[in-house]
């Protein structure tokens, strides 16, 4: 797995499609959404959560997912169900909280 994604890394994907992976052999294509700023527990940290809309139809309860750019090997997270987009699609969003960059 490759080290987290920061949230300049994500807000510049936007809009891109990643790769949901249901099982060892079975991913979907989710779009992501938008990166939302949170509150970190302190200034020497930060905190954001990435929104991703899954295809119309397709449901997911709160899990530990590997998430992927195409063709990369992605970031296992937990994702929780969040408000549906516009389009009545499901939303699946990680949240993390880091230390800032150096």
Same mark, same amino acid.
């Given at each position: 797995?490759?080290?987290?994604?920061?949230?300049?890394?994500?807000?510049?994907?936007?809009?891109?499609?990643?790769?949901?992976?249901?099982?060892?052999?079975?991913?979907?294509?989710?779009?992501?959404?938008?990166?939302?700023?949170?509150?970190?527990?302190?200034?020497?940290?930060?905190?954001?959560?990435?929104?991703?809309?899954?295809?119309?139809?397709?449901?997911?309860?709160?899990?530990?997912?590997?998430?992927?750019? +195409?063709?990369?090997?992605?970031?296992?997270?937990?994702?929780? +169900?969040?408000? +549906?987009?516009?389009?009545?699609?499901?939303?699946?969003?990680?949240?993390?909280?880091?230390?800032? +960059?150096?």
């Amino acid at each position: 797995m490759y080290p987290m994604p920061t949230r300049e890394a994500l807000q510049q994907a936007t809009g891109k499609t990643f790769q949901l992976w249901i099982d060892a052999a079975q991913t979907i294509d989710v779009e992501l959404l938008e990166v939302i700023d949170g509150i970190a527990m302190s200034p020497g940290y930060q905190c954001f959560s990435a929104h991703f809309a899954l295809p119309s139809g397709l449901r997911a309860e709160q899990a530990v997912f590997r998430v992927s750019p +195409p063709g990369d090997e992605g970031w296992l997270l937990l994702m929780s +169900p969040g408000q +549906p987009d516009e389009h009545g699609r499901q939303v699946l969003q990680a949240v993390f909280h880091m230390e800032n +960059p150096a």
